[in-house]
């Protein structure tokens, strides 16, 4: 199911695996290890040259997959993603010029703010779903936790120093929908192609639930 906004994108599942490849070959056995862990959505950086080409092949070969693109910086990767075939964009920060070529895109998207001033920035062009990063270098769960009183129509995706051990504490927050990690997907296990160990870190993230 392609997210129809981008609160849909917080419905797909508690995690979504932030993806940095360097070897566009890896992009779809990664894909598929992810989502039978139970991780559909799938963000893949633009950090480096593999990101746009696994993008393209992920959408192509992997029909259960929802794959977007992470680390969008300029109006351009944001085009070139969606014609690759992102379902979705996240960016790191979001300024005027980019927020509107995300918007004009068409695709739902996560502009990341890391203050109460970006967030209601972006609030108040109707923008409710956000990136929270660098999460933990930003203040972490207890700010983003103060944001909920006087920004109770955000919702975030805390992305930057999350762990398994934490998520759980940022999930239990009532502003934050899903949590971003790079956990998921180790460079030596997709070095050595061991699909199955990632296919395991996705199981065990997808059943995370909310601190009680």
């Not at 068409?106 to 502009?111: F, I, T």
């Not at 199955?196 to 995370?208: K, Q, V």
Request: aromatic content about 4%; charged content about 15%.
């Amino acid at each position: 199911m392609k997210p129809a906004s981008s609160d849909d994108i917080f419905a797909l599942a508690p995690v979504i695996p932030v993806v940095v490849l360097d070897d566009v070959h890896n992009a779809v056995p990664l894909a598929r290890a992810l989502v039978a862990g139970g991780l559909p959505a799938i963000e893949v950086t633009l950090r480096t040259d593999a990101g746009l080409p696994s993008i393209e092949r992920i959408a192509a070969e992997v029909p259960d997959a929802v794959v977007g693109a992470g680390t969008v910086t300029s109006p351009e990767q944001a085009r070139a993603a969606v014609k690759a075939g992102s379902a979705f964009l996240v960016s790191p920060g979001c300024t005027d010029r980019l927020q509107g070529a995300l918007h004009d895109t068409g695709v739902p998207y996560l502009p990341g703010v890391a203050t109460a001033s970006e967030a209601m920035a972006l609030l108040e062009r109707g923008v409710t779903a956000l990136k929270f990063f660098p999460a933990e270098a930003a203040g972490g769960r207890t700010y983003l936790k103060s944001l909920g009183g006087p920004l109770p129509q955000a919702r975030f995706c805390p992305t930057g120093g999350i762990t398994p051990a934490s998520a759980p504490d940022y999930l239990a927050l009532p502003n934050v929908g899903c949590v971003g990690g790079t956990w998921l997907t180790p460079a030596g296990a997709i070095a050595t192609g061991d699909w199955s160990r990632i296919e395991t870190l996705a199981s065990e993230a997808a059943g995370l639930r909310p601190a009680s």
